[in-house]
């Protein structure tokens, strides 16, 4: 009797992943999702209470099985038409796969929902595939802030012009 073929290993599927805005219940996995992401200049839970609380503040997340395992925090200032990337964060195991433009886009649609037309946000200067995304996104590099993060790397800075919306 011959021996039984050997099957194919099946491929994995990854779940949908969902962007939505976050949510109190969100903030421990926020807390743990900054933790593993940046070794300095982390945000912590209190700070992430203020900007879920915050009026002038949106927090997006991405989710997969009511996970989140991406956010991204924009900075809106009232007078004026530049919002603020603050940060994006994306679970090591889940980047390349499409969800740090997921949240850019969403916090690029939460800045146009409040009047934005543009965005700047800062990335460190040895972020090259952070730059890329933002390149890739039409962002363009305009400055450079020296010793801008605690360790005393430089920060690229970017800006995009936002496309008025409909």
């Known amino acids: ?13 990854a779940t949908p992943v969902q962007v939505r ?24 839970a209190r700070q992430w209470r203020r900007h879920l609380r915050s009026t002038s503040a949106d927090v997006v997340v991405a989710v997969r ?3 989140p395992i991406g956010a991204a925090v924009v900075f809106h200032r009232r007078g004026t038409d530049i919002a603020r990337l603050y940060s994006i964060a ?17 916090a690029e649609q939460a800045a146009r929902a409040r009047g934005g ?12 595939a952070a730059q ?25 800075r970017y800006e995009k012009l936002l496309a008025a919306p409909g």
């Open 1 to 13: 009797m011959p021996a039984p073929a050997a099957s194919a290993p099946s491929p994995i599927v």
């Open 21 to 44: 805005r976050a949510r109190f219940d969100d903030l421990g996995a926020l807390v743990a999702l900054e933790q593993s992401t940046f070794a300095l200049d982390r945000m912590s």
């Open 65 to 67: 099985d009511d996970r």
């Open 90 to 106: 994306v679970a090591a195991g889940e980047r390349g796969g499409g969800i740090g433009r997921a949240l850019l886009d969403a």
């Open 117 to 128: 037309r543009r965005v700047r946000l800062e990335v460190r200067s040895d972020n090259a």
């Open 132 to 156: 890329a995304l933002y390149e890739r996104a039409g962002y363009r590099a305009f400055g450079v802030h020296p010793a801008y993060y605690k360790d005393g790397a430089d920060a690229r």
